[in-house]
Nanobody
Framework: QVQLVESGGGSVQAGGSLRLSCTAS????????MAWLRQRPGKEREFVAT???????????DYADSVKGRFIISRDNAKNTVYLQMNSLKAEDTAVYYC??????????????????WGQGTQVTVSS
């Protein structure tokens, strides 16, 4: 079993920054990949970023209004924590952000369906 707790959400003006944290407990944190996903109002949950067990491989969403180039995913295995640094925030980044763990693999993946543990989510609101 893995428990994930997100923190760091809040309200910010467009152009600002926030850093989300997700702390894990349970299985050895360095043995699995992690991801951040989000659910914007009225939309399906979507992939944001993923990172492999060591932090050596990262991937970012590449859809039209994506986060690539603005968000950075990282992890600190000594602290059992994964981060999402969000810069140059836009109103369309407003969403509930979730972290997720893929305990069956050390490999990062952009497929939300293969993540088997989820946090409760943290709200990010960006005002224009």
């Amino acid at each position: 079993q893995v428990q994930l707790v997100e923190s760091g959400g809040g309200s910010v003006q467009a152009g600002g920054s926030l850093r989300l944290s997700c702390t894990a407990s349970g299985r050895s944190f360095s043995s699995y990949a992690m991801a951040w996903l989000r659910q914007r109002p009225g939309k399906e949950r979507e992939f944001v970023a993923t990172i492999n067990w060591s932090g050596g491989s990262t991937y970012y969403a590449d859809y039209a209004d994506s986060v690539k180039g603005r968000f950075i995913i990282s992890r600190d295995n000594a602290k059992n924590t994964v981060y999402l640094q969000m810069n140059s925030l836009k109103a369309e980044d407003t969403a509930v952000y979730y972290c997720a763990a893929r305990t069956g693999s050390t490999t990062a993946s952009m497929n939300p369906k293969i993540y088997n543990y989820w946090g409760q989510g943290t709200q990010v609101t960006v005002s224009s």
